[in-house]
């Protein structure tokens, strides 16, 4: 008798692990191989379905031109383009075959100092006092962040800004046109109110760093009047697109003022 009932006892509990297994498998999503999609057709009818499918859902959320357009003209800045103003030129002698002071460098130097790609609305401007190397600064950038690549209705308009303050000092002379600098007291201010026109196109305001001002870094003044092909290849890189230059219509001499970045190979352009 209780043969019996230990053998209708496993074979219940055999059943139910079988059933449970089954449900497990049902569950179980699993991918299949290689060669049963190669050779299911139905596999291939499913696949192709599903492509009408996803074709007719991008159709439905397919952004139309105008409304691209629509996000192209919520800016807050203009696109950076080439510099136009035209060069501080230094006379020789005023340079040539001396070590001029640290008065009469921040006198050559141009009060107004830009660093860009030349394409996008990013840049990092430099504005000097003229006299003792002091200056104030401005880093903005626009960023549009579609979420989930929706609609146009999704579109965050990101602004990233920092405005800083510092001074420039004069470390040390290699050539004649050549100076080693370095920015100190770098202070990050952050303190821009913006007006609530200016907010009406943007989701929101990011403050960040003094892009392209570190005052771990050493950088290298270029008084204009050099030859361009005495200045670093990096930098011409960065000062091209700015300035409009290719590669039959760079100067033989350099006729703006720059400021290299020797670590991280980029340029502001005085002007």
């Given amino acids: 008798m209780k043969s019996k009932k230990i053998i209708a006892f496993i074979s219940a509990l055999a059943c139910f692990v079988s059933v449970t297994a089954c ?4 569950n179980k999503k699993e991918k299949p191989s290689p060669s049963s999609i190669s050779d299911s057709s139905s596999i291939a009818e499913t696949t192709a379905a599903e492509n009408e499918e996803n074709k007719t859902d991008k159709a439905d959320s397919k952004i139309d031109e105008s409304s691209i357009n629509d996000i192209e003209e919520i800016t807050t800045e203009a696109p950076t383009e080439a510099i136009t103003e035209e060069p501080t030129e230094i006379p020789a002698e005023k340079i040539e075959s001396k070590t001029i002071s ?3 460098f921040f006198e050559l130097l141009p009060m107004n100092f830009s660093f860009a790609s ?3 609305g990013w840049e990092t401007n430099l504005r000097f006092d003229g006299s003792s190397g002091l200056f104030e600064g401005e880093y903005h950038d626009t960023e549009y962040e579609l979420e989930n690549n929706e609609t146009p209705d999704d579109v965050n308009v990101v602004y990233y800004y920092c405005n800083f303050k510092g001074k420039l000092n004069l470390v040390k ?4 046109y050549v100076y080693e600098v370095k920015f100190d007291n770098v202070e990050i201010l952050n303190d821009t109110v913006f007006d ?5 196109g943007i989701s929101r305001v990011e403050y960040t760093d003094s ?3 570190d005052a771990n870094c050493t950088y290298h003044v270029y008084f204009s009047g050099i030859a361009t092909k005495d200045v670093p290849e990096d930098m011409m890189s960065w000062i091209r697109m700015p300035l409009g230059w290719n590669d ?3 100067p033989e001499i350099l006729p703006y003022t720059c400021i290299y970045n020797v670590n991280d190979q980029q340029a502001f352009i005085g002007h």
């Fill in 23 to 26: 449900e497990k498998n049902v």
């Fill in 196 to 200: 609530e026109e200016f907010l009406e």
């Fill in 102 to 104: 640290e008065d009469e």
């Fill in 211 to 213: 892009y392209g001002v």
């Fill in 118 to 120: 030349g394409v996008g």
């Fill in 248 to 250: 039959e219509t760079i």
């Fill in 173 to 176: 002379k290699i050539n004649d």
